[in-house]
Every structure is written in structure tokens, then in C-alpha cells.
T-cell receptor, first 114, second 114 residues
Framework: SQTIHQWPATLVQPVGSPLSLECTVE??????LYWYRQAAGRGLQLLFY??????ISSEVPQNLSASRPQDRQFILSSKKLLLSDSGFYLC?????????????FGSGTRLTVV | QQQVKQSPQSLIVQKGGISIINCAYE??????FPWYQQFPGKGPALLIA?????SEKKEGRFTISFNKSAKQFSLHIMDSQPGDSATYFC?????????????FGTGTLLAVQP
């Protein structure tokens, strides 16, 4: 069965510090991968998506970047965090061209920038 | 054209009542409309989804109604239970596209009172 792992679960970081959030998927190959951010009381904003190794598309200009060094690994990074980067970050995967099973989301990372 | 508008922002329903959440989209190319359920501190999970070839889809107590001409769709939760208390997101996408990008609504916080 397919599983998605996301860590850490919670993170408190000072302004100006770097960030690295990791997401890995098991039990499938060549998944589409996504990073979403959920601000408090708001919806899910798509930040990045990837259809293959090294292929990253950014949806909104921001202080964050993403990388996909391996087929089932997706990393969200920042060189210098801003207060506005606080939020709940969710990684998700889907089968390319097949939405029958929708997205499978990870359990999320709660990031607080102080 | 990429927006999905969701209402209400929050909803309080008595146990046994009907919960109704509405969404509207703009992009006529969208042809896949899922609903996700999210419990606090967890990632969203696929609840039910519909394609435009049908006007209604029912799974247990959950029903999606779809109005293609009005570009609107809604979630009905019959016999609402306290365990249904969660945040609900509608979404839209182009089914079968290479990226499977889901555009989410802003979410509805549902509280079912016992």
C-alpha cells in the first residue's frame, strides 16, 4: 500500500533561519508531488508541484523553494524564514493522469516562525 | 478563472440535521470536483468526488449535487453526527491532466452539536 511521510510534525524557527521540510512517498513510482500551505483559518494554497525528478513548478512567488532529488522525495526549503512563512505545510501525491483516488496528503508540518 | 469560491465559512448544525456547503467555480475546463474532509492537526482526506457527466453522486450520508450550467456544486451531509465535525474543502481540477492540480476552496468549519 502507498504511504506518505512528512516530517517534522512541528517546528519553531526564528526569523532569518533556514528551513528544510521533507516528504517521502512509498509504494508507488513516478507520483505527482505537491506542497500546499494552509494559513490559520484559510484554505489550501498550492505552492509547488512536481511531475518528475528535478521538475518543479512554482505557483506563487515567495520566499520558499522546492526540490525533488529522487522520484519519491520532495523537499521544501527556505534560506531565510519570514514571519509570514508561518503556517501548516502539507505534502501530497497523486497518480499522474489519474484522479480516481484523489490526493493523498501527509499529516503536515506546523511551522511557527518567531 | 482559477478560483473556487466556497461558502459558508463556518456552519453549526444540530445532530441529525442536514449540513449544506456550496462551491462555485469559474474555469469551464474543470471537470473533476472532489470534497475533502480535514480533522484538526491532520491532512485532508478525500471524501467524495463527482464528474460533470452526472448531476448527483451519493455515498452513504454524503451527497454531491452538481449544476454544470450554473458552475456550482454542493455537499450535503444527511443525518449529521458530532463525528462529522471537521473542516470541509471543495476543489476542482481538470481530470486526466498531467499535473492533476487541485484548486481548493477556502474551507468550511462544520460543528455538529449533540
Amino acid at each position: 500500500s502507498q504511504t506518505i511521510h512528512q516530517w517534522p510534525a512541528t517546528l519553531v524557527q526564528p526569523v532569518g533561519s533556514p528551513l528544510s521540510l521533507e516528504c517521502t512517498v512509498e509504494g508507488t513510482s513516478n507520483p505527482n508531488l505537491y506542497w500546499y500551505r494552509q494559513a490559520a483559518g484559510r484554505g489550501l494554497q498550492l505552492l509547488f508541484y512536481s511531475v518528475g525528478i528535478g521538475q518543479i513548478s512554482s505557483e506563487v512567488p515567495q520566499n520558499l523553494s522546492a526540490s525533488r532529488p529522487q522520484d519519491r522525495q520532495f523537499i521544501l526549503s527556505s534560506k531565510k524564514l519570514l514571519l509570514s512563512d508561518s503556517g501548516f505545510y502539507l505534502c501530497a501525491w497523486s497518480s499522474p493522469g489519474d484522479l480516481n483516488y484523489g490526493y493523498t496528503f501527509g499529516s503536515g508540518t506546523r511551522l511557527t516562525v518567531v | 478563472q482559477q478560483q473556487v469560491k466556497q461558502s459558508p465559512q463556518s456552519l453549526i448544525v444540530q445532530k441529525g440535521g442536514i449540513s449544506i456547503i456550496n462551491c462555485a467555480y469559474e474555469n469551464t475546463a474543470f471537470d473533476y470536483f472532489p470534497w475533502y474532509q480535514q480533522f484538526p492537526g491532520k491532512g485532508p482526506a478525500l471524501l467524495i468526488a463527482i464528474r460533470p457527466d452526472v448531476s448527483e453522486k451519493k455515498e452513504g450520508r454524503f451527497t454531491i449535487s452538481f449544476n454544470k450550467s450554473a458552475k456550482q456544486f454542493s455537499l450535503h451531509i444527511m443525518d449529521s453526527q458530532p463525528g462529522d465535525s471537521a473542516t470541509y474543502f471543495c476543489a476542482a481540477s481538470r481530470y486526466g491532466g498531467a499535473t492533476n492540480k487541485l484548486i481548493f476552496g477556502t474551507g468550511t468549519l462544520l460543528a455538529v452539536q449533540p
